[in-house]
């Protein structure tokens, strides 16, 4: 079955320590996006990449970093994780085109940082 | 800017019942409007998209209906089953071209017996 897979489902990082999540996708889908989730909370989006046009939100801390290096993968890196930075991390994708397009999630990476 | 409210207190309906879930924004209206369900640790599903031209969509048990004029989606299930039980999130979109949501923070529905 075509799918979004991500890459630990759960990670745990020391503070200060760089961490790198991975995603992947078997949909073929050309946008891919990073969301961080807290508790009882909205997706917030991150970013997301348009083909291999990276599209960063206004208000995502330097301290994250995407790449994607083809079609079929993309990371998230935090160069030095806070105890604020301590969420779920879902990646999804989505065929673009005219018209709205739904959004197909992984299971999530839960960051864990001590 | 925009706001999207959904209930954040939970949801308790007996199974049979008809659950309805609200989704209100501020502002201005999204071209469309999306509904997820989310289970616990894990990532939202695509439920349904309705546009702001429609009125009402419908598929199997669910319903949505868009009221521009109120800046308001419900979201029905009918005939709820214990099966249903997450937390039911609304995205709109308002760049037309469907690349980015807002996401709401969602309501937890738990149907019981």
């Known amino acids: 079955d075509a799918m979004v897979i991500q890459n630990p489902r759960y990670q745990v990082t020391q503070f200060g320590k760089p961490v790198t999540l991975s995603c992947s996708q078997t949909?073929?889908?050309?946008?891919m996006y990073w969301y961080q989730q807290k508790s009882s909370q909205a997706p917030k989006l991150l970013f997301h990449?348009?083909?291999?046009?990276?599209?960063n939100e206004a208000d995502t801390p330097d301290n994250f970093q995407s790449r994607r290096p083809n079609t079929s993968f993309c990371f998230l890196d935090i160069r030095s994780p806070g105890l604020g930075d301590a969420a779920m991390y879902l990646c999804a994708t989505s065929r673009a085109g005219q018209g709205a397009r739904e959004q197909y999630f992984g299971p999530g990476t839960r960051l864990t940082v001590t | 800017s925009q706001k999207i409210e959904q209930n954040s207190e939970a949801l308790n309906i007996q199974e049979g019942k008809t659950a309805t879930l609200t989704c209100n924004y501020t502002?201005?209206?999204?071209?469309?409007l999306q509904w997820y369900r989310q289970d616990p640790g894990r990532g939202p599903v695509f439920l349904l998209l309705?546009?702001?031209?429609?009125k009402e969509k419908r598929k199997e048990r669910l319903k949505v209906t868009f009221d521009t004029t109120l800046k308001q989606s419900l979201f029905h299930i009918t005939a709820s089953q214990p099966a249903d039980s997450a937390t039911y999130l609304c995205a709109l979109d308002y760049t037309g071209g469907g690349n980015k949501l807002t996401f709401g923070t969602g309501t937890q529905l738990k149907v019981e017996l």
């Open positions: 990449y348009y083909d291999k046009d990276f599209n």
């Open positions: 502002n201005y209206s999204p071209a469309y």
């Open positions: 949909l073929n889908h050309n946008v």
């Open positions: 309705i546009r702001e031209n429609e």
